[in-house]
């Protein structure tokens, strides 16, 4: 082994030892594993009691750039590389790859090669690196060119205000709004525009965030469908948005080959096949080493948005608008240079061409569609036609409530008579010996049905007349 990374890995061990911390220690532990999101805090605390150790501004700089962090992550590797730590130069080639600086990223492999030329182990994982970035940059000159004409730094909890969908487009919503239980956060859902199906990702133990539909039977949402393996791979799958068609999906995924974090996919349904094909990784812009995610494409408005935290300080995103091709065009450009910027998205007026009115574009972008209305989480009861109700909460008189309430169980026994209805009806068409057993048993379930369903309107209509008559007084 080469003396110099022994000697750099010996002055990262002692440095963390000779600091007496057991929660350090842990760190450390967590940080050989790579598990940088729990080390990270430790090491940032560590680094605020001494911060001229070379080792911790190693750790601290590699635990930014693994989750994320990566502008912040500069000025750490380069006081380590400074201070004669070989493998900063290492990861500085990594960090210098992911901001598109591919001939700083060179300089820095040189210079962690130069320092390990005798180490076999060091060199090997060096050509792990460079084939990486070397596969970035080939992805970034592959980007489209896509005309973006806005774009909007927000708080992530609030990034969904940039989103203006026309009624057509449907309606992104945050995951809490819906699911009560769900902490607030910047999780969203999607309803279609008829709101009796939505499109949302909630977690599994087994496989991480999975994609998931729903449908409104009745006066409810149910029959919960989890959507394909082909989308539902490995790792997270959230933010999902569907076009009018009914069958192209656009979704975030930290898994499927993605970048770094969320990147951005499309998949259609087959029709022909009742299945959905292989996503499809967006190129750049829309995607980057960073967080893309939330992509939305208004056909009535011919804009579409999607959001990223791309060089932006933590707790912030921003929602970029752009016009939607027909067809995907890549920038035509021999200028390299050039192209990574329109990569990044360095200035959203290198995408601009002669004679398009982008003022006008974004003033249609930025229209509100007043008539827009949040869906209900449980239900939809039309009091009169000013008032109506999306939640038992919502009742004022005790016992139009408990009305109510009656209305959605029975609403639930109903469909389990329905579907068992459905099921005995199939039997029957196929035939078989139990024809005349069947027979019986599906005119009890209609009867069954048809007198829930007459109770289920006459209670309806008691707890509307009650919560009229109460908000009279």
């Given amino acids: 082994m080469n003396h110099k990374y022994l000697l750099s890995t010996l002055l990262i061990s002692t440095a963390l030892f000779t600091l007496k911390s057991q929660t350090l220690d842990d760190a450390r532990s967590w940080y050989l594993e790579g598990r940088y999101e729990e080390a990270l805090p430790i090491i940032q605390r560590a680094y605020q ?14 635990s930014l750039l693994k989750t994320g962090k990566i502008l912040e992550a500069e000025q750490y ?12 130069s290492l990861y500085l080639g990594e960090l210098f790859s992911k901001l598109y600086r591919f001939e700083d990223a060179e300089m820095a492999f040189e210079r962690f090669q130069k320092a390990n030329r005798r180490n076999k182990e060091a060199l ?30 927000l708080p992530k909890t609030e990034f969904l205000n940039a989103f203006q969908l026309s009624r057509s487009s449907g309606t992104i919503l945050p995951l809490s709004s819906f699911f009560k239980e769900v902490m607030n956060g910047n999780e969203t859902l999607y309803f279609n525009e008829r709101g009796d199906k939505l499109y949302y990702s909630r977690e599994s133990k087994e496989t991480g965030h999975d ?18 393996e082909a989308i539902n791979g ?14 192209t999906i656009y979704f975030a995924s930290t898994g499927h080959q993605s970048l770094g974090g969320y990147d951005l996919y499309v998949t259609r349904y087959n ?12 190129n750049m812009p829309f995607n980057s080493p960073f967080n893309d995610y939330m992509m939305a494409i208004d056909e009535e408005k011919g804009v579409g948005w999607f959001a990223s935290d791309r060089f932006q300080p933590d707790g912030y995103v921003c929602v970029y608008t752009f016009l939607p091709n027909p067809q995907v065009t890549l920038v035509d450009n021999t200028n390299e240079p050039y192209v990574y910027r329109r990569a990044r998205i360095a200035s959203i007026a290198d995408s601009w061409r002669e004679g398009v009115d982008y003022g006008s574009l974004r003033t249609i972008a930025q229209q509100r569609n007043n008539s827009q209305q949040v869906r209900s989480a449980e239900f939809e009861f039309i009091i009169n036609d000013e008032i109506t109700y999306h939640s038992l909460d919502d009742f004022t008189y005790r016992g139009a409530r408990s009305l109510f309430s009656q209305v ?9 008579i329905n579907r068992e209805l459905k099921e005995k009806r ?20 209609e009867k069954k049905s048809e007198i829930m369903h007459r109770q289920i309107e006459r209670l309806r209509d008691e707890a509307r007349n009650e919560e009229i008559r109460n908000l009279i007084k």
């Fill in 77 to 88: 590797l380069n006081y380590a590389e400074n201070n004669k730590i070989p493998e900063a």
């Fill in 271 to 282: 029709l022909a096949s009742d299945s959905y094909l292989t996503p499809n990784q967006l």
């Fill in 124 to 153: 090997s994982k060096l050509d792990r690196f460079r084939e990486e970035t070397e596969q970035l940059r080939r992805r970034v000159l592959r980007t489209e060119d896509v005309q973006v004409i806005d774009s909007l730094v």
């Fill in 49 to 62: 009691d001494d911060s001229t150790q070379a080792a911790l501004n190693q750790w601290l700089g590699v």
């Fill in 426 to 445: 199939d039997l029957y068409s196929n035939g078989g010996a139990a024809v005349s057993s069947l027979s019986s048993s599906i005119l009890e379930l």
């Fill in 234 to 247: 490995e790792d997270d799958q959230a933010y999902p948005y569907v076009m009018s068609d009914g069958l």
């Fill in 211 to 228: 994609l998931y539909s729903m449908d409104k039977l009745l006066e409810q949402f149910g029959n919960e469908q989890k959507l394909p």
């Fill in 408 to 416: 959605l169980d029975l609403t639930k026994q109903l469909e389990e």
